[in-house]
């Protein structure tokens, strides 16, 4: 029962200090894992590639795999209530606020004062993650690749996604 209660405090802490969307929560639910020794940095790492690659918000998503990870079924729930319950509340709750207030300066200027340190959580994420992305050359030859057919010859990142999934199948298998 306590350890349902550490992660539900876990994620609760994360999603509440988030702001800018899902991946601005990425680093701290890394943190969070890390610091609990619930998984390792590359099991994470493995957890965010799938978590990722499946439809639906990043922080569920993510919570459910650590939660599953941690403490199975009970683990999940746990997890998805801390993630989840005061957020919607919240949102709920000041939607008509923001509404009304969406022109003002105070408003505005908050917003804008906070985008630099999401895209600073963002790139830290994407560069430690990335030292365990690339354990081997084939991998530096799919990520190489995968710039080619998205940014040259312009192919939707799902068949970019679907090429990657079948070329890892067949090399790393």
């Keep these: 029962m306590e350890q349902l209660l550490d992660i539900f405090l876990a994620f609760f802490r994360a999603s509440n200090l988030a702001f800018g969307g899902g991946p ?12 609990h020794g619930w998984m390792t940095l590359e099991q994470f790492s493995e957890g965010l590639a799938i978590a990722t690659s499946l439809p639906g918000p990043i922080a ?6 650590v939660g599953y990870h ?6 999940v729930l746990a997890a998805l209530l801390g993630t989840l319950a005061l957020t919607s ?19 505005k200027g908050a917003l804008t004062g906070v985008r630099p340190l999401v895209a600073v ?7 430690d993650m990335g030292l365990s992305a690339f354990p081997s050359m084939w991998s530096w030859v799919i990520a190489g690749a995968a710039m080619i057919c998205l940014y040259k010859l312009k192919l939707h990142p799902g068949i970019v996604i679907i090429l990657s999934m079948v070329f890892g199948l067949l090399v790393f298998q």
């Design 89 to 107: 509340i919240l949102v709920i709750a000041l939607t008509g606020f923001l509404m009304k207030h969406n022109n003002s300066p105070v408003l």
């Design 121 to 127: 959580l963002v790139a830290k994420t994407a560069f």
């Design 60 to 65: 569920a998503l993510l919570s459910g795999y």
């Design 70 to 75: 941690v403490a199975g079924w009970p683990g």
């Design 24 to 35: 601005a929560i990425i680093p701290l639910i890394q943190a969070e894992v890390i610091n």
